[in-house]
């Protein structure tokens, strides 16, 4: 029989992380968008529930349980619900880890792994975004090239979450003389381990942003930047690039989800409480079609986003509907945050309540491109 049904377990983290998120980052959002800071004891608190190190066998330093994409997706879901740079911030760290221990060497896991698991201040930033319009993954600027002894990585990376005080980045780049070809256009893309102390890698000051305001973004200069071999992610075989874009566009699309979500159940009560002409303006049939649209948009993609998780966690091609879910879940999550706006009216638009700030959110997750994985 099919189902659509988390299992059991599922469950039991969706209701953990659901609870911790409207407690604690749902209450925390504000202040931290207002300093544009992100409060630590929060993070801490997150970091407590083994986002992380849960799912990192215990050689390589964690505590084990079980590896799954759909799980993470549920997981991001719930934790933007409460607030979206919060939770990407708490799960931005995973991206990296993930990427280790799907793609890497044993070496690799064993010298990188352990550090990711055990201690928040070894944050591992993902490195994708570089700065051109009409950005597209499969055709980077960045690119690496053989010297003696390992690679020469030049290029830039905007928008990399967490930048600010990661001690290694995992950055994405074009092999030179490398094309893509029938394996798919990330054929010709490396992913390589750079040490925030290499030799030619500068990290710039912090980029501003319309939303996520809390969460840092840092611009990475690399300048013939030399990295070994054993720096290359998955050693001489190299690693499925693809995958790591497909997990990243999973993971956003997931939080969108629970930032629509949390549009929506504030809409809702709201609307029917607010009186105008003498009834709750939720009886009006333009907000009412409103909101049933917004309760039809959440769910459609949420089964989105977990088919395309699904195809991760089952090792399918996810290229496809990573794109599907990604592009679908931005564009939907712009049209709830803005109906959302709408039926708040001129409410929607004073800090007294939370819609403005999720509006920006969504306005800045719809941009962005790899900056947390499932």
Same mark, same amino acid.
């Given at each position: 029989m099919i189902s659509?049904?988390?299992?059991?377990?599922?469950?039991?983290?969706?209701?953990?992380?659901?609870?911790?998120?409207?407690?604690?980052?749902?209450?925390?959002?504000?202040?931290?968008?207002?300093?544009?800071?992100?409060?630590?004891?929060?993070?801490?608190?997150?970091?407590?529930?083994?986002?992380?190190?849960?799912?990192?066998?215990?050689?390589?330093?964690?505590?084990?349980?079980?590896?799954?994409?759909?799980?993470?997706?549920?997981?991001l879901e719930e934790l933007a619900y409460g607030d979206a740079a919060l939770a990407l911030a708490a799960f931005a760290p995973a991206e990296f880890a993930l990427a280790i221990l799907d793609h890497g060497t044993d070496e690799q896991r064993r010298r990188l792994l352990p550090a990711l698991a055990g201690d928040r201040a070894a944050i591992g930033a993902l490195a994708v975004v570089e700065p051109t319009p009409a950005f597209d993954p499969s055709r980077l600027a960045t690119f690496a090239e053989r010297v003696s002894g390992g690679w020469r990585v030049t290029g830039e990376k905007t928008f990399v979450a967490l930048g600010e005080g990661a001690s290694h980045f995992l950055v994405i780049a074009r092999v030179a003389g490398r094309d893509a070809d029938a394996a798919g256009p990330y054929a010709s893309h490396a992913a390589l381990v750079v040490p925030r102390d290499a030799r030619g890698l500068a990290v710039g000051d912090r980029e501003p942003t319309l939303g996520l305001r809390a969460l840092p973004f840092a611009r990475l200069a690399l300048d013939g930047v030399?990295?070994?071999?054993? *720096?290359?992610?998955?050693?001489?075989?190299?690693? *499925?690039?693809?995958?790591?874009?497909?997990?990243?566009?999973? @993971?956003?699309?997931?939080?969108?989800? @629970?930032?629509?979500?949390?549009?929506?159940?504030?809409?809702?009560?709201?609307?029917? *409480?607010?009186?105008?002409?003498?009834?709750?303006?939720?009886?009006?049939?333009?907000?009412?079609?409103?909101?049933? *649209?917004?309760?039809?948009?959440v769910d459609a993609m949420r089964w989105l986003v977990w088919k395309a998780a699904s195809d991760l966690e089952h090792g399918r091609d996810a290229l496809r509907s990573s794109h599907h879910a990604r592009s679908y879940v931005a564009s939907q999550t712009m049209k709830i945050a803005d109906d959302g706006l709408q039926v708040l009216g001129g409410h929607g638009f004073i800090r007294e309540h939370p819609v403005e700030l999720w509006y920006r959110h969504a306005r800045t997750l719809g941009v962005l491109e790899g900056v947390v994985g499932v």
């Open positions: 659509f049904e988390p299992t059991e377990d599922q469950e039991l983290v969706r209701s953990t992380v659901r609870e911790f998120a409207a407690d604690s980052l749902r209450a925390a959002a504000r202040d931290a968008d207002e300093a544009g800071e992100l409060p630590a004891a929060v993070l801490d608190a997150a970091g407590s529930l083994g986002l992380v190190a849960s799912q990192i066998p215990e050689s390589y330093g964690g505590v084990g349980g079980e590896r799954s994409p759909i799980t993470n997706a549920i997981v030399e990295v070994p071999d054993g *720096d290359v992610l998955g050693g001489d075989a190299g690693c *499925d690039v693809g995958r790591i874009v497909a997990s990243a566009r999973v @993971g956003l699309a997931a939080a969108q989800v @629970g930032l629509a979500r949390a549009v929506m159940e504030y809409a809702i009560p709201y609307a029917k *409480d607010r009186v105008a002409f003498g009834e709750p303006i939720a009886r009006k049939q333009a907000i009412a079609f409103l909101l049933a *649209d917004m309760a039809i948009e």
